[in-house]
């Protein structure tokens, strides 16, 4: 039982040492001051989803969907 203990307490200092290691290990990544300026200026454009032709194409596939399931539900059956 002592022996469960010590490797338990051991488990837990290296598990302690490791979290410290990698918290020095990332704060070891930031970068030095950029003292060189550039200018530069870039454009961006954006989508809007009901310009893009996929959304309507599956908008009408599932719209006639809807109505053909609309009229053949409401036929009666004639036997």
């Given at each position: 039982?002592?022996l469960?203990?010590?490797?338990?307490k051991?488990?837990?200092?290296?598990?302690?040492?490791?979290?410290?290691?990698?918290?020095?290990?990332?704060?070891?990544q930031?970068?030095?001051?950029?003292?060189?300026?550039?200018?530069?200026?870039?454009?961006?454009?954006?989508e809007?989803?009901?310009?893009?032709?996929?959304?309507?194409?599956?908008?009408?596939?599932?719209?006639?969907?809807?109505?053909?399931?609309?009229?053949?539900?409401?036929?009666?059956?004639?036997?």
């Amino acid at each position: 039982m002592e022996l469960k203990k010590i490797t338990t307490k051991m488990q837990s200092f290296a598990l302690t040492i490791f979290a410290l290691f990698f918290s020095i290990l990332t704060f070891a990544q930031d970068d030095a001051v950029d003292t060189k300026v550039s200018t530069s200026t870039t454009t961006t454009t954006t989508e809007e989803w009901y310009t893009n032709p996929t959304y309507i194409i599956i908008g009408a596939v599932l719209f006639i969907v809807l109505v053909a399931v609309l009229v053949r539900g409401g036929r009666e059956r004639r036997d």
